[in-house]
DNA sequence: TCTGGGGTCCTAGGACCC
DNA sequence: TCTGGGGTCCTAGGACCC
């Protein structure tokens, strides 16, 4: 489009791990894994260096880890630590450069097109910053450049741990040829297997089959590969500007169990906190939702999604809740054992459609006793209060298990 | 190996309207 | 009561990312 833009990526090294050992320095140096307790059910959220020396990597079960490396330290997630860590990286990086964009809590890009007389060359300024990150917030980070997001990105995973890596504007293609398909941001397992059966095991291999027959194959998606190959933001998110933040689409909370009910109370329970936590969300944000979904997960992992867009949007815990609860009831399969349950809501605009009149005093009433109660969540936390009403197994669900997924609640660290 | 939670984007089909 | 095509909205599912 424009003159050759100069991007960085910066990516935290290890964020969760090094943020839990911030909090207990005990940690550093040993095999640590972040995301719950070794017999949980779950995943490996990040785990350290140490650990990944016995193949303990994120998204692995923890179980699976805990055959792996047995003598790993296993640490409850902490999401607010990690948010709060997350707004100082930002801070670090906002100082820096003006046009920042977080692409989750621990990575993000900046287009640092035409800093050169304040912050001399790209790698002068990328030092520059990894130092600052280190002294501000005591985290690591690795910093790649390059000439578009694709091959920042590329980069900066090359980089780590702890490193700074320029990928000189005119060699992206050989630097890209060699890697995998895989290390293309957006090629997972299944379009791995896709391209693998034609042959296509490196990013090199691409440059063999022209756009027209990769668009055949994989449609828009084809498309934007082949440039890929060539280290071009071709298509969709990549392709937008750095900084043009955007309104969040959907907002979700789900909760799987420890272990699988077919207790109707106990799962209409769970499906109101949902709500709460979801319609929360809506009013902090100042946002009313059209479209409400329910998730089912069946213990054989069979998932279904059921949805509902009523004319009238809304943020009242409630209304979601109602929809919510009557596609439960219709869709659920009696007797049938859940394993997880979700509510997700979405199709926002920005205010109520009216509604009629003479709902307006009920709902602004609703409306004050909710913001009231999300006062008193900030205060005293999340399982202080359910405007849940005749609950059968509503008590029990709350004390016995952590339906709403909160950190640190079943183990208090000592 | 028995598989989290929070998101985004894409596709495909059906309903409905003109 | 034979038939086309486009546009928009909605639903469901799936790939993918951190």
Not at 96 to 116: K, N, Q, R
Not at 128 to 145: D, P, V, Y
Request: glycine content about 10%; overall charge positive; proline content about 5%.
């Amino acid at each position: 489009m424009s003159a050759r833009r100069t991007i960085f990526h910066v990516d935290m090294d290890a964020f969760f791990v090094s943020v839990e050992e911030l909090f207990d320095p005990g940690l550093i140096g040993k095999p640590v894994v972040v995301g719950g307790q070794r017999h949980e059910r779950g995943v490996v959220s990040a785990a350290s260096y140490e650990a990944r020396k016995f193949g303990v990597h994120s998204a692995m079960p923890l179980r699976t880890a805990a055959k792996l490396c047995p003598q790993a330290i296993f640490v409850n997630g902490h999401p607010a630590r990690y948010r709060e860590c997350s707004e100082k990286v930002y801070g670090v990086l906002t100082a820096f450069s003006p046009l920042v964009e977080m692409a989750s809590v621990d990575e993000a890009y900046l287009d640092m097109t035409g800093t050169e007389r304040l912050h001399g060359p790209p790698l002068c300024a990328a030092h520059s910053l990894h130092g600052k990150m280190k002294s501000e917030t005591r985290l690591n980070c690795s910093i790649g450049i390059g000439a578009s997001r694709l091959v920042a990105k590329v980069s900066s995973a090359k980089a780590k741990p702890n490193g700074v890596l320029w990928a000189v504007p005119g060699e992206e293609a050989k630097l890209l040829a060699p890697l995998d398909v895989r290390d293309i941001p957006g090629v997972g397992k299944v379009t791995e297997q896709s391209l693998l059966a034609l042959g296509i095991s490196k990013v090199g291999d691409l440059a063999r089959f022209n756009d027209s027959f990769l668009e055949q194959h994989f449609g828009k998606w084809g498309l934007a590969l082949a440039g890929k190959g060539r280290g071009e933001d071709a298509g969709g998110w990549f392709d937008s500007a750095v900084g043009a933040d955007s309104a969040p689409k959907s907002i979700s909370h789900e909760h799987t169990y420890n272990e699988d009910t077919a207790d109707a109370g106990q799962m209409e329970s769970t499906l109101m906190r949902l709500c709460e936590m979801v319609g929360r969300r809506l009013r902090e944000a100042g946002l009313h939702a059209r479209t409400l979904q329910l998730k089912l997960r069946y213990k054989d992992f069979t998932t279904i999604t059921r949805a509902r867009t009523p004319p009238a949007p809304t943020q009242l815990d409630t209304e979601i809740f109602q929809q919510v609860r009557a596609l439960f009831r219709k869709h659920w399969h009696q007797g049938a054992e859940v394993r997880l349950l979700g509510v997700q809501v979405s199709s926002f605009e920005a205010a109520d459609g009216q509604g009629d009149l003479l709902e307006g005093d009920r709902r602004l009433r609703w409306q004050q006793a909710l913001a009231a109660a999300d006062r008193l969540r900030d205060k005293f936390g999340e399982s202080s209060i359910s405007l849940a009403t005749g609950m059968k197994g509503g008590f029990r669900e709350r004390t016995h298990e952590n339906p709403v997924g909160l950190p640190g609640k079943s183990k208090p660290q000592g």
